[in-house]
């Protein structure tokens, strides 16, 4: 079956150590996904480059035609991999403002793998008093294993049982094996359909 994996990144900078995360993160779900037969296609989409649009969605309470399509993207996909930057021991404000635009039903009984990096790894826990919260709120299937990146992760080796390496691989093999024994998700644009106005009105 071909599969989708939509990739979230709310890093800032550029080069951003969250889109790294995000790359290792979506390769090894992609060979996971690979190994249980499926065909894989990732969508990458960095927030950054719909920082105005974001804003603008909240401000008018719809989205850019733009907006519109990474909406359609998420929701459509088999699994949603969401990678965050720790700002203030929380994610940053790109990442919940995607949040809050998404139509709540988008993520319902998805599969969904949360990441950050940090710079920090007393902050790890951000994963999960502040990610898993908000994806369990929006009644997401969330991983159990949630990859935390601070600075000393990186090129510290693969061989630990606790490597980010290995963190990366469960993580992976448990959104792999969540999506592998769903059907493909369906969902309705709101705004495709939208509830008539005098319906609202209570004229019909
Ligand atoms: C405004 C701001 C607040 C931050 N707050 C924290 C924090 O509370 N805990 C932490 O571990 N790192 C914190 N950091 C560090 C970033 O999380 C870290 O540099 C991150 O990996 C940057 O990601 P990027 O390379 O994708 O931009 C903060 C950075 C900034 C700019």
């Known amino acids: ?42 969508e990458v989409i960095e927030l950054r480059d719909h920082a105005h649009d974001l804003v603008n969605n909240l401000l008018a309470g719809y989205p850019s035609e733009e907006l ?26 790109f990442f919940k403002m995607f949040v809050e635009v998404l139509d709540d039903t988008a993520l319902v009984d998805k599969p969904v793998l949360v990441a950050a990096t940090g710079g920090t790894g007393r ?28 600075p000393e992760d990186w090129g510290a080796g693969d ?23 769903r059907d493909k998700p369906t969902h309705t644009d709101p705004f495709d359909n939208p509830t008539p106005f005098a319906h609202l009105l209570g004229a019909e």
């Open 1 to 42: 079956m071909r599969r989708t994996i939509a990739v979230v990144s709310a890093g800032l900078r550029q080069p951003s150590s969250t889109r790294m995360l995000a790359d290792r993160l979506a390769d090894a779900a992609r060979r996971e996904l690979e190994q249980l037969g499926a065909e894989v296609d990732v």
């Open 68 to 93: 519109k399509r990474v909406h359609e993207t998420v929701a459509g996909a088999d699994a949603l991999i969401a990678v965050t930057p720790t700002f203030s021991a929380s994610f940053n404000g």
């Open 123 to 150: 902050h790890s826990l951000v994963l999960e008093h502040a990610l898993r919260p908000v994806f369990t709120y929006l009644h997401a299937v969330v991983v159990p294993t949630a990859v935390f990146a601070a």
């Open 159 to 181: 061989t630990a049982e606790s490597s980010l390496v290995h963190r990366i691989d469960r993580a992976a093999g448990e959104l792999a094996r969540e999506v592998d024994r």
